[in-house]
């Protein structure tokens, strides 16, 4: 069975796997073929057609990003006048439809759609923009939520659905009335969503944003530092907002193996402990009931004396040793090797063994 097929992209005679998306082919071929509605995480929707190209024999455009290449021979073009007027056009009408003042939105300086105004050129947009006039949801401590800037995308509600699984928005209403809903047009704090944030994550525009994080900096002066969530033994790949040496955000990576981009509750909100005041910095050390401040040295010195003590006085089972999911896989090794052949007793648990 022949699984190519030899198509034209712009001029460039090259070989198609059969069955994949024009968009797919495109990003193969290094030629940039703009999207919004599209996610490589998400199953395909072709909402917005921002993606838009001419396929000749076609009566009209189509959507890059949801049409498969089937037939030999097939001559896409990605760049054409035609092409670009009608990205223009959809944009212009996304434009339109909501209130997208950049000046007065969080996502100023990461936002697609802003993206794809400067990348279209558009200068001016030719029809008066009309705010859908949805009240701020504000109903709960990690989500913010203005529907007024959605551009009805579908990625937060194929996040939720289909990514996490959790069913908590869909599309409600009809028409120029449809709007992202929860069950009963609920307010996110009334709804039965566990903040996950995948919607957040997906979100092109300003329409889904961390409460949290809104005014804590602007987009070009964070700077993102991948490291690993240390909240279970998953392990997901987080980036860390930095501005100034301080965490104003956490994001999931979506280049993370074990989670690509998609984090629980915890590890994408959980994150003030880090600059917390009570945070413990230095080892105490307890005498005569009150804690004083100790070096590392002389915190581990006078723990292995007392382990010492009572293992000489009580024998080694009456010492146990419990460990954590937060540590690392080799923390964890480390420890119960230390209770078996250090210590010598097998009295070694961990929190997350149930
Ligand atoms: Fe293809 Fe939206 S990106 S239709």
């Known amino acids: ?188 704090g009334d709804s039965n969503c566990v903040f996950c944030g995948e919607c957040v994550q997906l979100c092109p525009v300003g329409a889904l944003v961390e409460n949290k994080a809104r005014f804590a900096g602007r987009p070009w002066a964070i700077k993102k530092v991948p490291t690993t969530c240390t909240y279970c033994g998953t392990g997901c790949t987080i980036d860390l907002n930095i501005i100034d040496g301080r965490v104003v955000k956490i994001t999931g990576n979506e280049g993370g193996v074990t989670n690509q981009g998609s984090l629980c509750v915890k590890g994408r909100f959980g994150y003030e402990f880090i600059h917390h005041k009570d945070r413990l910095t230095t080892p105490l050390i307890k005498e005569d009931g009150r804690f004083r401040e100790a070096t590392w040295d002389e915190a581990l010195d006078l723990t292995a004396q007392r382990l010492g003590q009572i293992k000489e006085k009580h024998g080694p089972d009456a010492i146990g040793g419990l460990s954590s999911a937060r540590c690392t896989n080799e923390e964890n090794y480390l420890m119960q090797k230390f209770m078996r052949a250090v210590v010598g007793t097998n009295n070694i648990d961990h929190c997350a063994r149930l």
Do not use: W
């Open 1 to 188: 069975m022949n699984d190519t097929v030899n198509v034209t992209i712009d001029g460039r005679a090259v070989k198609a796997v059969k069955g994949e998306t024009i968009l797919e082919l495109a990003s193969r071929q290094g030629i940039r073929i703009p999207t919004l509605c599209y996610h490589p995480r998400l199953p395909l929707a072709g909402a917005c057609r921002v993606c838009a190209v001419e396929v000749e024999g076609a009566r009209t455009l189509v959507a890059s990003c949801v049409f498969p290449i089937e037939q030999e021979g097939m001559v896409i073009k990605t760049d054409t006048e035609r092409v670009l007027q009608a990205r223009r056009l959809v944009v212009e009408l996304l434009l339109a439809s909501g209130d997208h003042n950049c000046l007065l939105c969080e996502s100023n300086g990461h936002c697609e759609l802003q993206d794809l105004v400067y990348e279209l050129k558009i200068e001016r947009p030719r029809f008066p923009a009309a705010s859908p006039g949805h009240a701020l949801d504000h109903s709960n401590p990690m989500i913010y939520r203005d529907l007024n800037k959605c551009i009805l995308c579908g990625r937060c509600v194929r996040g939720c659905n289909e990514v996490q699984v959790n069913q908590v928005i869909d599309f409600g209403y009809r028409g120029g009335r449809t709007k992202i809903v929860t069950a009963e047009d609920r307010s996110y």
